[in-house]
């Protein structure tokens, strides 16, 4: 059975930046896709960023954090970041890493794996 869990998260004002972590215990998630997803209040969960498993490659991103976040994943660690830079009000929300067997995904149903997220609040 594998674990994730989040860190990183906190307040912090716009323009400023984040580094989320996302460890991995129980299994291996070397060949897992990996992704990152928001949820503010009374929202529905949102797709941020993934990245394919082992190679890193295959990277994509939502539109609206696209330029201003970067993923990437050391698999030596089991571990996924997601580096938030440029940070807006609109970016607030709790944030959850997830993993899933095949190709990333922008949707979150398709993810096996969830960790138990993360708050980030970002002040004007």
């Known amino acids: 059975q594998g674990h994730l869990v989040e860190s990183g998260g906190g307040l912090v004002q716009a323009g400023g930046s984040l580094r989320l972590s996302c460890a991995a215990s129980?299994?291996?998630?070397?060949?897992?896709?990996m992704g990152w997803f928001r949820q503010a209040p009374g929202k529905e969960r949102e797709f941020v960023a993934a990245?394919?498993?082992?190679?890193?490659?295959?990277?994509s991103y939502a539109d609206s954090v696209k330029g201003r976040f970067t993923i990437s994943r050391d698999n030596a660690k089991n571990t996924v970041y997601l580096q938030m830079n440029s940070l807006k009000p609109e970016d607030t929300a709790v944030y959850y890493c997830?993993?899933?067997?095949?190709?990333?995904?922008?949707?979150?149903?398709?993810?096996?794996?969830w960790g138990q997220g993360t708050q980030v609040t970002v002040s004007s």
């Open positions: 997830a993993a899933k067997v095949g190709p990333p995904a922008g949707t979150f149903r398709e993810y096996d794996y």
């Open positions: 129980g299994r291996t998630f070397t060949y897992y896709a």
């Open positions: 990245i394919i498993g082992w190679s890193g490659g295959g990277i």
